[in-house]
């Protein structure tokens, strides 16, 4: 899919088909989040793939508006390793950069998303750390719900030329 | 060009040819940018498009890592509005996730960029918001160079299998 198209028409999905996603399909969403930048290219994202079924429904019920993980096959937790940021206080934009790439390449591969924010809502870290086995300085930012649409979103044309100011405020 | 080439190829680049960069395509920038999702569709970010000569060079002043202003034509500057924040504290991701496809929309249509961070460092934050006329409440998250590569960079595979975890950390 062309490349500005796949920006223009990704929309947050909320009803999911359960076929699987394939590892080739996966790989390649994660390369494309770990194609982001970040602040002296520190990378300091890490991932969880998760596509085990009860693990799916126990995220559903720590997040409080990710219901959508009963029906979909798969969710990619997007952290920040807090251990090994190397510009204190970036992580959060290089993390959000990453989420962003994942959300548009799927939407290339014929993938449905929608994020699902955590930090900084303590109970939703908390709750997900927990849950996964995941370091207290491992912190989650996003979770991405991954799967096959399963409802019909055409295309919103958000530009607003009220938000554009030119050379000064 | 295809999105995940344009997502995979994107670098940062830092030396630009001085060949304007046309409304039509600032426009497609903007755009690309305001389709990020946001929090609850909050939309909060805000945009000055810089594209006048001494404004680009004060901005090389008062960024510490913006001297490549001097020598390219367009900067825009991704803010985030607190007075229209609806879910507090998602604002950064929002305005990270606009910047990130205003960096893969340029790509794909041939134009380099490079991502100079603002916001959380207080200084570069004050200093813009000063030359710029922006009120204390809108805050510079990002200050993205846009111009034509002037250097070649190839693609970097940053895919990294060990920052991957399955299903548990």
Redesign the interface.
Known sequence: ????????T?R?IRKYKNDPVDEVTI??L???A????S?RNQ?C????????RP?LEALATVHPYAKTLKEEPLAVLVCGDLDAEQ?P??W???C??A???L???A???GLGT??L?CH?RADRVRGIQEL????KT?VP??LVAVGRSDEVKGTE????EK???????
Chains 1, 2 share one sequence.
């Not at 996964?132 to 370091?135: D, F, N, T, V």
């Open positions: 899919m062309d490349a500005l198209e796949a920006i223009l990704r947050s790989r390649m994660l390369a494309a770990m194609s982001a930048p602040a990378q994202w890490r991932f969880v793939v998760v596509t085990d693990t510009t206080d970036f959060v934009q290089d959000a950069a989420t962003q790439n959300l548009v390449a939407n290339a591969l929608v994020w924010g900084p996964l086995g995941i370091p491992v930012l996003s044309d958000r530009y607003d938000k554009v100011h030119y050379d000064r405020w």
